[in-house]
C-alpha cells in the first residue's frame, strides 16, 4: 500500500520556523520527484518545492524562495521542508506530493500537515 503521511505541522509565530517531514513507502521513492504544495482556506492548491530524485536539484515558488529549503534522505524514504521566517500568508495545509521521472502528473499524494503562521 502506498503512503505518504506528513508530520510537523503547528502553530507557529510569525517569523518562526517549522520542520515538515514526509515519510514515504510502499513504492520506490528514488524513482520519483517530490513536491510539496499547499493550500490556504479558500484559495486552490499553490505549488511550493520541488526536488529531483538524487536530491542535487531544487526549485522553488517565488513566495517561499530564501525562506524555504526542500531536500530528501532516500535511505530513510523521507522528503522534508525547513520552512524559516514564516509569515501569516504561508498559513495552508501542506501536503507531498510524488511524480514519477519520465511522468508528467503526480502519482500519490500526502494527507497533508496544517501549518498556521499567527500571533
Known amino acids: 500500500e502506498v503512503q505518504l503521511v506528513e508530520s510537523g505541522g503547528g502553530l507557529v509565530q510569525p517569523g518562526g520556523s517549522l520542520r515538515l517531514s514526509c515519510a514515504a513507502s510502499g513504492f520506490t521513492f528514488t524513482s520519483y520527484y517530490m513536491s510539496w504544495v499547499r493550500q490556504a482556506p479558500g484559495k486552490g492548491l499553490e505549488w511550493v518545492s520541488a526536488i529531483n530524485s538524487g536530491g542535487g536539484s531544487t526549485s522553488y515558488a517565488d513566495s517561499v524562495k530564501g525562506r524555504f529549503t526542500i531536500s530528501r534522505d532516500n535511505a530513510k524514504n523521507t522528503l522534508y521542508l525547513q520552512m524559516n521566517s514564516l509569515k501569516p500568508e504561508d498559513t495552508a495545509v501542506y501536503v507531498c506530493?510524488?511524480?514519477?521521472?519520465?511522468?508528467?502528473?503526480?502519482?500519490?499524494w500526502g494527507q497533508g500537515t496544517q501549518v498556521t503562521v499567527s500571533s
Open positions: 506530493a510524488a511524480r514519477r521521472i519520465g511522468f508528467a502528473s503526480y502519482a500519490y
